[in-house]
């Protein structure tokens, strides 16, 4: 999983357990048992707009949450990228390796500051 997935992931999950229970409770999950409901939920939440709507409108902040999460990383790697261009060539020069190779350089900033 990248770094962006298990922040996305950490903030999603809570809501979406208390949303599939919500959603247990008014019977909106057709199933036998909680496995049933839950594979249920998992096949239909993206397919019937009213499901995800419904969980965006029950949480309003969370969708900010998110966009500002993914915000952030979109600056951070856009602010590295242009760092990296300026200064390869030092970074070359006094370490002997191409930095512009490194695959996975993410996630080492501080994300009060747009994610640097």
């Avoid at 997935?5 to 599939?20: F, M, N, T």
């Avoid at 969370?62 to 200064?87: C, H, P, R, S, V």
């Amino acid at each position: 999983m990248l770094d962006l997935e298990k922040r996305l992931y950490q903030v999603l999950r809570p809501s979406l357990i208390v949303y599939i229970n919500k959603l247990r409770v008014e019977k909106a999950l057709i199933g036998m048992d909680i496995n049933e409901e839950y594979k249920y939920f998992t096949r239909n939440f993206f397919h019937f707009k009213k499901i995800h709507v419904n969980f965006f409108k029950m949480l309003p902040l969370l969708n900010e949450k998110i966009f500002t999460i993914i915000e952030n990383e979109i600056n951070y790697l856009m602010w590295l990228q242009g760092a990296l261009k300026k200064d390869q060539k030092e970074i070359h020069k006094m370490s002997g390796f191409n930095i512009m190779h490194l695959e996975k350089v993410i996630n080492l900033g501080d994300y009060h500051n747009n994610g640097k």
